[in-house]
């Protein structure tokens, strides 16, 4: 990913995104809590925009916890 506006990154022509296909098994992280927030926004992906970005920033704040308490362990 290139530099994007303030910093931001941007997709570059070449680069994959493909995201993983709702009918495929996620395979677990070995952590509870990231795989139940994971699991929650595979369910979500047919549901209305709103409810996409209000789980999305659930699942956010979980990871972000997870993230700062391995700093910490």
Avoid: F, K, Y
């Avoid at 530099?3 to 994959?16: K, Y």
């Amino acid at each position: 990913m290139g530099p994007g506006m303030q910093g931001r990154p941007v997709m570059d022509a070449g680069e994959d995104m493909s995201v993983t296909d709702p009918g495929t098994a996620r395979e677990p992280t070995g952590d509870h809590a990231v795989d139940e927030v994971l699991g929650q926004l595979d369910n979500v992906t047919n549901e209305p925009l709103d409810i996409q970005i209000e789980v999305s920033e659930r699942v956010h704040r979980v990871l972000q916890g997870r993230l700062a308490d391995l700093g910490q362990e």
